[in-house]
T-cell receptor, first 112, second 115 residues
Framework: QQQVRQSSQSLTVWEGETAILNCSYENSAFDYFPWYQQFPGEGPALLIA?????DKKEDGRFTIFFNKREKNLSLHIKDSQPGDSATYFC???????????FGTGTKLQVVP | EAAVTQSPRSKVAVTGGKVTLSCHQT?????MYWYRQDTGHGLRLIHY???????EKGDIPDGYKASRPSQENFSLILELASLSQTAVYFCASSADWGGSQDTQYFGPGTRLLVL
């Protein structure tokens, strides 16, 4: 049972556009949502994260928008660059008691 | 800087053979994890551990064993490798469960090909 879902397996945008990656979850008790970025040949690495008490988290060109009522969130990458081409994983954690759940990932390609 | 290393980085194994993948972390983290990554399936948790000498089953443990001889080291063992176990395997560590303590630090991965 997939507790964290990423609706798109892949996404292609032009350089300079805003890429929007979507994620939804099932368990309303999840309260911490990290996004990991993975480049080919490497392991995933934390990019940005949000707690459920917030509805927005911004870090440079990367912004998470969080909708607790709808149980979904999205990662916006503003002014996308070819160097942003990677696979992005949405994940979700409870406050304690069990391990983090990962979505299946969205492979982003930014075309120059 | 926190670090998770894996060995080997790639391996070719024969069907029915035994494979051991090793992971070492210098993060001083209690929690360690083994994932496999396949196209379309993302990261799937095989085994995890929160203390030395103890391991727990994740979501897809069948065909795999794990060993945690120390806080720093965590191994994944395929006793009888099968074609379906061809994948990229990642080790990760985290300080705890819950909140930012749950941020996982991943190793570079091991690419396993079973023939």
């Amino acid at each position: 049972q997939q507790q964290v879902r990423q609706s798109s397996q892949s996404l292609t945008v032009w350089e300079g556009e805003t890429a929007i990656l979507n994620c939804s979850y099932e368990n309303s008790a999840f309260d911490y949502f990290p996004w990991y970025q993975q480049f080919p040949g490497e392991g995933p690495a934390l990019l940005i994260a949000i707690r459920s008490v917030s509805d927005k988290k911004e870090d440079g060109r990367f912004t998470i928008f969080f909708n607790k009522r709808e149980k979904n969130l999205s990662l916006h990458i503003k002014d996308s660059q070819p160097g942003d081409s990677a696979t992005y994983f949405c994940a979700a954690s409870l406050n304690s008691g069990t391990y983090q759940r990962f979505g299946t990932g969205t492979k982003l390609q930014v075309v120059p | 800087e926190a670090a998770v290393t894996q060995s080997p980085r790639s391996k070719v194994a024969v069907t029915g053979g035994k494979v051991t993948l090793s992971c070492h972390q210098t993060n001083n983290h209690d929690y360690m994890y083994w994932y496999r990554q396949d196209t379309g399936h993302g990261l799937r948790l095989i085994h995890y551990s929160y203390v030395a000498d103890s391991t727990e089953k994740g979501d897809i443990p069948d065909g795999y064993k794990a060993s945690r001889p120390s806080q720093e080291n965590f191994s994944l063992i395929l006793e009888l490798a099968s074609l379906s176990q061809t994948a990229v395997y990642f080790c990760a560590s985290s300080a705890d469960w819950g909140g930012s303590q749950d941020t996982q630090y991943f190793g570079p991965g091991t690419r396993l090909l079973v023939l």
